[in-house]
């Protein structure tokens, strides 16, 4: 077993523990649906496109008038930010975690690739980003509940929205798209794929919605289911390197040199 990888594995189960309470804690919350239900964007959940809002208008969209309705509304999305500044510090670590344990690990495709600084800084970066963006998002969001017209929403703070949200998710698609080629570094066999395969699923799907605004509803969909089962995923395995150890990866061994093999 290289050096490190028990510790590693610690931090992921630490954080990602952290990561599902603080997560559960905001699923327990009520979870409003839009003012606009039947809307272009087909969103149906009032938080996912508030986030994701193209423009000021769609903001009051999601809000709605300010009557008793539109109030309640407002205080339950705002209820969900205040607690997501405990889960976008929970998730962020998570994510660093993953980065540095899948370096880590024993691989054998795709080896001198994860040995790389390169993907090390590059994970750990990505997650900073998507904690500062989640950060301030969140503080555009609480402002933003407070908007009675398209009047009382200024368009700076808009824009500043608009690009701090996707800095965000594109953060989050990143780090997907690392994990899931560093786990098919590691796993071999169709079954134990499925990791990867979730990882990229979620990776493609967040691209695609924080690109193509018809293409939003997928990250409330395909995008968060996909991650949800894929952070689970990686916390048990990572449950499962810290108590048995690191296992030889399934399937046969490529041909590879002896002298490539690193004895670390």
């Known amino acids: 077993m290289r050096s490190g990888v028990r510790v590693a594995a610690a931090w992921v189960v630490i954080t990602g523990v952290a990561t599902i309470l603080t997560g559960r804690a905001i699923f327990n919350l009520p979870q409003p649906t839009p003012y606009e239900t039947n809307n272009d964007a087909n969103m149906t959940s009032a938080m996912a496109w508030f986030e994701l809002a193209d ?42 975690a993953l980065i540095v344990f899948v370096r880590h690990l024993s691989t054998y495709r795709f080896n001198d690739l994860l040995k790389l600084t390169t993907f090390l800084v590059l994970g750990l970066l990505l997650a900073l980003g998507m904690a500062v963006g989640d950060w301030i998002e969140n503080g555009h969001l609480l402002e933003f509940t407070k908007a009675k017209t398209i009047g009382d929403i200024s368009i700076d703070a808009f824009n500043d929205l608009w690009y701090w949200t996707r800095v965000k ?18 796993f071999r066999r169709i079954p134990t794929l499925l990791l990867s395969v979730l990882y990229a699923v979620a990776g493609i799907s967040i691209f695609l919605a924080i690109s193509i605004p018809d293409a939003r509803w997928l990250i409330q969909g395909y995008g968060m289911n996909s991650l949800i089962a894929a952070w689970l995923l990686s916390l048990l395995h990572a449950t499962s390197v810290l108590l048995f150890g690191v296992r030889p990866p399934l399937g046969p061994l490529p041909m590879v040199p002896p002298e490539s093999i690193s004895t670390e």
Not at 174 to 180: E, R
């Open 55 to 96: 423009n000021p208008a769609e903001i009051i969209d999601v809000l709605g008038p300010p009557d008793d309705k539109g109030l309640e509304r407002r205080s339950m999305l705002d209820d969900i930010d205040h607690m997501d500044y405990a889960f976008l510090i929970c998730y962020s670590l998570y994510n660093a």
């Open 169 to 186: 998710w594109g953060s989050i698609a990143g780090v997907c798209l690392m994990l899931s080629i560093a786990y098919v570094a590691y």
